[in-house]
């Protein structure tokens, strides 16, 4: 079992829609989760962050958070062609490391 | 704040050679990571230093990498002898230490090819 997973798509989503991104994670001592987002040929950048079991929301975005089932997600509202991109789940682990899941790729479609 | 800067943007070496990835952190920041990213493998870590001392290689794949940092505003990677499976993005990125929120600011990458 990878320590965080994500599918890897292409989830492809019309514009306006919500877009809904998912990743788990092994290691229940994790306290700290992060949302990267990465454009073709460019570095990742963070998105989002989020320490607390519940939603978190910042815009069109809102990560969510649930550690008993060992799950984070992020929620993108009204959907537009510039947030297509691969985004990646990571995870601040109890060996205070951040591993990086795979990344989602996604693809809104006008 | 110029960010954490990386050279070369793009290598391509013959295998065999040897290949120096340099980084410059954001100043201030205390810690220093370098990852590499494939298409097979992700994102992974290779080493990162804390206060310029390196904390964990453990991510690094072979002898044939190696990674210093003289100083708190400059870091090198270096593989020696370079091969084609070596081929990947190679990030470096810096981070204050502020509890649990070890946020990364990552530099642009070097796209090493190795032919």
């Known amino acids: 079992q990878k320590e965080v997973e994500q599918n890897s798509g292409p989830l492809s989503v019309p514009e306006g829609a919500i877009a809904s991104l998912n990743c788990t994670y092994s290691d229940r001592g994790s306290q700290s989760f992060f949302w990267y987002r990465q454009y073709s040929g460019k570095s990742p950048e963070l998105i989002m962050s989020i320490y607390s079991n519940g939603d978190k929301e910042d815009g069109r975005f809102t990560a969510q958070l649930n550690k008993a089932s060992q799950y984070v997600s992020l929620l993108i509202r009204d959907s537009q062609p510039s947030d297509s991109a691969t985004y990646l789940c990571?995870?601040?682990?109890?060996?205070?490391?951040?591993?990086f899941g795979s990344g989602t790729r996604l693809s809104i479609r006008p | 704040d110029a960010g954490v800067i990386q050279s070369p943007r793009h290598e391509v070496t013959e295998m065999g050679q040897e290949v120096t990835l340099r980084c410059k952190p954001i100043?201030?920041?205390?810690?220093l990571f370098w990852y590499r990213q494939t298409m097979m493998r992700g994102l992974e870590l290779l080493i990162y230093f804390n206060n310029n001392v390196p904390i964990d290689d453990s991510g690094m794949p072979e002898d044939r990498f190696s990674a210093k940092m003289p100083n708190a505003s400059f870091s090198t990677l270096k593989i020696q002898p370079s091969e084609p499976r070596d081929s990947a993005v190679y990030f470096c990125?810096?981070?204050?230490?502020?509890?649990?929120?070890?946020?990364?600011?990552f530099g642009s990458g070097t796209r090493l090819t190795v032919v």
């Open positions: 990125a810096s981070s204050l230490e502020s509890g649990r929120a070890n946020i990364r600011t």
């Open positions: 990571a995870v601040y682990s109890s060996a205070s490391k951040i591993i």
């Open positions: 100043s201030g920041h205390d810690y």
